[in-house]
């Protein structure tokens, strides 16, 4: 994938994504990992490689997010 043999993920990174409300759904995630992994020499994404909207949503908690989502 992305001329890339394996895909990490920091977890402080991957409290981001979860975090994120992603309100240009799955199309965003794709296209904002495709960015990070284009941009980048290694395999692993960090915190620092995300996008500061993204980046900002690590202190939300995944209560915040769940209630968000019952919500809709």
Request: glycine share 2%; net charge negative.
């Amino acid at each position: 994938m992305f001329g890339k043999e394996k895909i990490q993920i920091t977890k402080e990174a991957l409290d981001c994504f979860i975090n994120y409300s992603w309100p240009g759904n799955v199309r965003e995630l794709e296209h904002t990992i495709e960015r990070i992994l284009n941009l980048k020499d290694d395999e692993t994404i960090t915190i620092d490689d995300l996008p500061e909207q993204i980046r900002n949503c690590s202190n939300a908690s995944l209560e915040e997010t769940l209630e968000r989502y019952e919500k809709n």
